[in-house]
């Protein structure tokens, strides 16, 4: 089930639960003759929406996987094996030799992640009766798709064994990626808001705070492309895709879902429009541990992790509107 289905349908049970509390809208100790004493406590509705900015860094999570490389003595040029093949029957590479094998898992990502995209949510909650400045909140915030383009993917030195030159350390790149991500997160918040009393203050400003912990699901869309050619040659990938006429490898299109525990941060203003009608400006940290992109086969039976976002940090810009009843 989506990530965002289970918050609507506790955003139901919410309501059917307020609903069956008789009287819930006069919340306090009763006195008689139909007057209550106002503890503050109130029912919490809101929703916003806005920017989001994402950054991470990037972790090469290939594993072990093996790679021939040739190289021309005379200008240093490496090229794959695949390669090297293909320009030997084309006749240009008489000056080339065997410089050895070298292990694509020690390759860096030639850059991280850093996006802009969209996000909005929505939360119910209560304020905590005789301490309305605190409230509680069941949030769900869906953060739009974020890209995440490279090419090289991966590029560093290598070391390399095996070859005819000995010990060489050489210049590589490896693959090309086109992907995104989307991001649901299901959060359970505690926020303080500044203020005196038990009401909150009409046309003022009333800054809070609020931290909690939450679930993340992130789901990513990754094509990979074998532009440098050092990928064809691998038996195992040829379960990802197929060989086109140039015995070069044509990925299929991937999808992976990650789950993790989240920690949220927020920071913010309310600004009292009419009683139990707030506008809410602020800003909402996440922190995701990981969020993986893995290669998977034609019918999704087999997946093989290729690199992943290490420390997300989601940092969502928003406006929205908060009734509390």
């Known amino acids: 089930m989506k990530i965002k289905h289970i918050f609507f349908i506790l955003l139901s049970l919410g309501f059917s639960l307020s609903d069956a509390e008789a009287n819930w809208q006069y919340p306090g100790t009763y006195l008689g003759d139909g007057w209550y004493e106002d503890d503050g406590s109130r029912f ?32 240093g040029v490496v090229v794959s094996a695949e390669y090297y093949d293909y320009c030997s029957d084309m006749g240009g590479c008489e000056n080339y030799v065997f410089a050895g094998v070298g292990e694509l ?156 525990v989240a920690g949220v941060a927020a920071l913010g203003i309310s600004y009292g429009i009419s009683d139990g009608l707030f506008l809410d400006l602020g800003a909402r940290v996440t922190y995701v541990p990981k969020i993986k992109w893995a290669l998977t086969n034609k019918d999704d039976t087999r997946q093989r992790d290729w690199f992943s976002a290490e420390n997300v940090i989601y940092a969502n810009f928003m406006l929205g509107l908060r009734f509390e009843f």
């Open 105 to 260: 898992a020690e390759l860096p990502a030639s850059k991280d992640l850093s996006s802009f995209s969209f996000a909005a949510g929505a939360s119910i909650g209560w304020t905590i009766p005789n301490k309305p400045q605190w409230r509680m909140e069941l949030g769900w915030d869906h953060i739009t798709e974020n890209e995440y383009n490279s090419s090289p993917l991966y590029e560093g030195d290598m070391n390399l064994s095996g070859g005819d030159v000995s010990g060489a350390v050489v210049h590589v790149q490896s693959g090309s990626v086109q992907s995104s991500v989307t991001t649901d997160v299901i959060s359970v918040m505690a926020f303080y808001d500044f203020f005196d009393g038990l009401e909150k203050p009409l046309k003022k400003v009333v800054p809070y705070v609020g931290f909690g912990i939450g679930y993340a699901d992130s789901k990513t869309v990754f094509n990979l492309s074998d532009l440098y050619g050092d990928l064809s040659s691998s038996v195992d990938l040829q379960n990802f895709g197929e060989l086109d006429e140039y015995g070069i490898l044509q990925f299929y299109r991937s999808e992976t879902s990650s789950s993790n």
């Open 44 to 75: 919490v509705l809101s929703f916003r929406g806005g920017a989001s900015i994402v950054n991470a860094g990037i972790k090469n999570n290939i594993g072990s996987l093996t790679s021939e490389y040739y190289m021309d003595p005379s200008n």
